[in-house]
């Protein structure tokens, strides 16, 4: 299965590179910002099935929402980071993407910290959680423009 996986992904890679990059360029966005905000809705199935939990108001399918949200967010942000450094030391490309780097790492903590202590998750904690999507993109544009990280 992990090397059906790994084939489906090596095939559909690069067109989905093509068209992210095709996108930015026609509509004048930043890749990474096409790649981290459009891209993610666009292609999570995710989100019917979390819209689907949370529209029964239940403590319980709130909390499984909550947890379906992390792991998808977690588990895609951590594999994608492991395959993009990986490339990065192997084929020993330029390096220049500290800042999304950081930014990536400080949200996997934060959101790991903060469902590690938890099974159940109450209203208030989306308060939390559902800021650091946008702080995020907000701390990639600081490092990047205000603080010149590459």
Same mark, same amino acid.
């Given at each position: ?26 509509? &004048?966005?930043?890749?990474?910002? #096409?790649? $981290?905000?459009? /891209?993610?809705?666009?292609? +999570? @199935? =995710? *989100? %019917? ?32 980071? &492991?395959?993009?450094?990986?490339? #990065?030391? $192997?084929?020993? /490309?330029?390096?220049?993407? +500290? @800042? =999304? *780097? %950081? ?32 702080? &995020?993109?907000?701390?990639?544009? #600081?490092?990047?423009?205000? /603080?010149?990280?590459?």
């Amino acid at each position: 299965m992990l090397l059906l996986g790994t084939t489906v992904a090596a095939v559909f890679a690069d067109p989905l590179v093509d068209a992210v990059d095709n996108f930015s360029t026609a509509s &004048s966005i930043p890749s990474f910002f #096409v790649s $981290f905000v459009i /891209l993610p809705f666009a292609s +999570s @199935s =995710e *989100v %019917v099935s979390t819209m689907i939990f949370a529209s029964r108001k239940k403590l319980r399918t709130a909390s499984l929402t909550y947890s379906e949200i992390y792991g998808s967010v977690t588990m895609s942000n951590i594999l994608s980071l &492991s395959v993009f450094l990986g490339l #990065v030391y $192997f084929r020993e /490309l330029d390096w220049n993407f +500290s @800042s =999304e *780097v %950081v930014t990536i790492l400080i949200v996997c903590i934060v959101m790991g910290m903060i469902a590690s202590f938890r099974t159940t998750f109450p209203l208030w904690m989306c308060f939390l959680a559902f800021p650091i999507y946008p702080f &995020s993109l907000l701390l990639v544009y #600081v490092l990047n423009n205000v /603080l010149g990280l590459p």
